[in-house]
């Protein structure tokens, strides 16, 4: 059975998009292909069917990413079928624990950020949804740094759970 990690943002169309793109990368170049499925979501609901803004879908293309997606809302019960959810703020992660029908499941929410060792306290991945293509370049340099530490604590569950 795969291990299944799941971004999630506010409209899941820039931030959420983005780190799945990325991650889903690392995972193909890392040789876990089939071994780990990666997927993101919205918090709320407001752009489901939506393809990712198109801000997001020239940085991910600019940098050699895929960015074939359609926004959808993150629902409770998916909780017992995902083994990790990554939240991009603060504000998604009390989001994600709130709506968490157990303890155990609410353990599976983390910061993205929280897996690069450079951020510091500073682990919100600021939304740039309202500003410039810069906003989307800096998020985009975010999810890569964390994406390093993330992969590696997945790829540690991962030959755990082949052992």
Not at 62 to 87: E, P
Not at 106 to 131: F, M, N, W
Request: aromatic residues 8%; glycine residues 10%; proline residues 4%.
């Amino acid at each position: 059975m795969p291990y299944r990690v799941c971004f999630v943002c506010t409209g899941n169309i820039c931030r959420s998009p983005m780190a799945e793109s990325v991650f889903r990368t690392r995972v193909a170049e890392a040789g876990l292909d089939g071994l780990v499925e990666v997927d993101s979501a919205g918090t709320d609901g407001w752009h489901e069917g939506d393809g990712a803004d198109p801000r997001t879908v020239s940085v991910l293309g600019t940098n050699g990413y895929d960015s074939d997606h359609t926004a959808r809302r993150f629902r409770t019960d998916w909780f017992s079928r995902l083994d990790l959810v990554i939240a991009l703020d603060a504000g998604h992660l009390r989001a994600l624990r709130s709506l968490a029908p157990t303890a155990a499941d609410a353990e599976k929410v983390r910061l993205l950020r929280s897996y690069d060792i450079a951020a510091g306290d500073d682990l919100d991945v600021p939304d740039p949804y309202y500003g410039g293509m810069d906003g989307f370049e800096e998020c985009l340099e975010m999810v890569e740094a964390a994406s390093s530490g993330l992969l590696a604590a997945v790829r540690e569950q991962v030959e755990g759970q082949a052992a």
